[in-house]
């Protein structure tokens, strides 16, 4: 059995670490990954869980246990493999909360519109993924959170910045796609096509 400590490492680190980790490993051995916050845990959990990894989550006085068996030969992580979709594969970065340079109302209203015209375009983007002030548009209150589902029940993945959330507060407040990591976002951004920005 190995042990890695990642308390008090920040986004993506627990997952980079435990990815390393995995790949010294043999068929059968365990590890165990040592986090101190939810964040960690559903990140690493995720990347383990996506390579096809038995997991077992333990909670202990102020951190977590995430015990990972290495079995099988793990495959690509859903939606950010390096393996291409057929055609070209599109991804929207939103970093704001308004769209352009200039008058903050006025470019409010554009970046409005344009998530709001966006399910009437073909093709949809693969992806869209919210950082920096972005993710205001993916927590409660958001205006567009209805065109978002929209979009996510026509197969657009969703994925908003957990730095960002948690820097501004609103890890709890997620309605829509999923919290993500740097290290998810990277490889989403490596295999994409085109990569657009409002």
Same mark, same amino acid.
């Given at each position: 059995?190995? +042990? ?12 980079? +670490? ?5 790949? %010294? ?26 390579? /096809? ?8 006085? %102020?951190?977590? $246990? ?16 390096? +393996?291409?979709? +057929? ?14 340079? %200039?008058?903050?109302?006025? /470019? ?46 026509? /197969? ?20 829509? /796609? ?6 998810? $976002? ?13």
């Amino acid at each position: 059995m190995r +042990e890695i400590d990642c308390r008090g490492l920040a986004c993506p680190q627990p997952v980079l +670490e435990t990815k390393e980790a995995l790949e %010294g490993l043999s068929e059968g051995e365990v590890l165990r990954v040592l986090v101190d916050n939810e964040a960690a845990v559903q990140n690493v959990s995720r990347f383990v869980s996506s390579q /096809g990894y038995p997991l077992q989550v333990k909670e202990e006085a %102020g951190y977590f $246990i995430l015990e990972v068996v290495k079995k099988g030969s793990g495959r690509p992580v859903e939606g950010v493999s390096c +393996e291409r979709p +057929e055609g070209i594969f599109r991804v929207i970065l939103v970093d704001s909360d308004r769209m352009g340079e %200039g008058d903050e109302e006025l /470019g409010r209203k554009l970046l409005l519109n344009f998530l709001r015209t966006l399910p009437q375009v073909s093709p949809l983007p693969q992806a869209l993924v919210f950082y920096n002030r972005g993710v205001f548009l993916t927590v409660e209150g958001s205006p567009v959170l209805s065109v978002l589902r929209e979009l996510e029940e026509k /197969g657009v993945k969703i994925f908003s910045c957990w730095t960002c959330l948690s820097h501004y507060d609103l890890e709890d407040k997620l309605r829509v /796609g999923q919290a993500s990591n740097m290290y998810e $976002i990277l490889s989403l951004l490596m295999r994409a096509d085109r990569v657009l920005r409002p």
